[in-house]
Every structure is written in C-alpha cells, then in structure tokens.
C-alpha cells in the first residue's frame, strides 16, 4: 500500500510538466500565427512605400524637366526599355530626357521583385508612362469631362491588400466595401502630346475620392486593355495638362 502512494507521487510532478509543456506548445502555435501575420503586413507595407517611392522619384525628375521644357518636348526614351519612342520635339542635349543625367536625372527601374503582378499577363507586369489618360476630376474640362491628356505612370496587377495598403498611405479610401471603381486604365509606352488632346477616361472611383491625383483602383471594364479587367492598378498623374 505504502508503495502505490511512492509511485502515485512520483507520477504527479510528471503529469505536471506535460501539462505545462502541452501549454507552451499551445502558445508557440499561437504567437506563431501571430507573427505570421505581422510579418505579411510589414512585407505589404514595405512593397507599398518601394511602389510609392519610386512615383516620387518620378514626379521629382519630371518636375525637374518641366521647369525648363514645355510638355510637348519631354522624352521618356531611355536606354532600358526599347518601347519608349523617342520624342521628335526634344532638344538634342537631352535636357527634356526623364531619363538622362542632362535631363530628369532619374533611373527607369522595372516593380519591386517581390510584388506578386501575376493577376495580369507577363507583359503587363511593368511600370507604363503615358500620355493616355484622362484623369477625371481635374485638368482642362469641358463639360464635365478633360481635354487634355496628363502624364501618368501606371502599375497594373496589384493584389487587393496591397491596393488597399497603397490607398490607406495616400489618403484613398474605400467605396462599397473596396479599393474605388475605375476603367479605361491603358498600359502603354507612350509620350505623344504632340499627337492629339484626347485620351481615356479614367476615374478614381465616384464618390470623395474622384479626382485625386494617385489612387489604386479595381478595374471593371470599358478599358483598352481587356487583360487587366477584374484586377487592381495604381496611377499616379506626373503633369496634369
């Protein structure tokens, strides 16, 4: 008798430390998740700030080409992408060039390596300068609608939480539930204000954030682009006309 009480003692502080190991097993497994999601957020907010940084590096060098050129000479040609045409208007010093030392003084550069752009084809996963668009809410208007085309860079096949990220840092907010609607959104290598007046239409929703400058948008038809329907794009307008 005095033997099965040892052995019922013994057994108890070993009870004990499996409880106590099943604990901390429990709460690894959960602060584990825990982490994880901290870390998919930080990784979100950090290919946001990457997209957002180079749009100002952007503007920086446009503005730095338009405080001595009128917008019919800008030049987007640069020695990355060959699907930038040359600019038949531009001075000969390069001082129009975005993308040249005598000029914008900026680097063209391809979308943060890690942004996940496979909502669209391989050819649409890039950053596009152009002259298409125009954004609704600003510029020349004429009833209700522009007439001259802005400069914008585009980046088309975002994933949704990181559209919204991109519009919570610039002030963008939702409508019904998501990022604002838009359409006519093109994805295009061009610079031709020396060409027409007309461009697409392109909205930042309807609601308050109609008219801002750069928004992330869901795109949901009438565009040009038919490969980008149902997926998310952020523009930024770089000169508004």
Not at 22 to 46: C, E, H, R, Y
Not at 64 to 79: F, G, K
Not at 215 to 225: A, H, L, N, R, S
Request: charged share 15%.
């Amino acid at each position: 008798m005095r033997q099965t009480n040892q052995r019922g003692i013994a057994i108890a502080p070993i009870l004990f430390i499996v409880a106590i190991l099943a604990a901390l097993v429990s709460a690894i497994a959960a602060g584990s998740g825990s982490f994880n999601g901290d870390t998919s957020a930080v990784k979100i907010k950090a290919q946001a700030t990457a997209i957002l940084g180079y749009v100002n590096e952007l503007q920086i060098g446009v503005d730095r080409v338009m405080s001595r050129c009128p917008d019919t000479e800008i030049s987007l040609a640069n020695s990355v992408d060959s699907g930038y045409p040359e600019n038949p208007l531009a001075p000969a010093d390069k001082s129009c060039h975005v993308f040249d030392v005598n000029g914008g003084g900026v680097l063209f550069k391809e979308p943060p390596p890690d942004v996940d752009l496979t909502a669209v084809p391989e050819s649409l996963r890039h950053y596009f300068i152009h002259t298409y668009a125009e954004i609704l809410g600003f510029g020349n208007r004429v009833v209700g609608s522009n007439i001259g085309r802005e400069l914008v860079i585009v980046l088309p096949g975002l994933k949704k939480e990181l559209c919204l990220k991109i519009n919570d840092m610039v002030g963008v907010t939702m409508e019904s539930g998501d990022v604002p609607n838009g359409w006519n959104m093109w994805a295009g290598k061009e610079h031709s204000y020396w060409g027409g007046t007309n461009g697409y239409h392109v909205p930042c929703g309807s609601g308050p954030n109609f008219g801002k400058p750069t928004c992330c948008i869901k795109i949901v038809g009438d565009e040009p682009t038919p490969a980008m329907i149902g997926s998310y794009a952020v523009f930024h307008v770089l000169h508004v006309r």
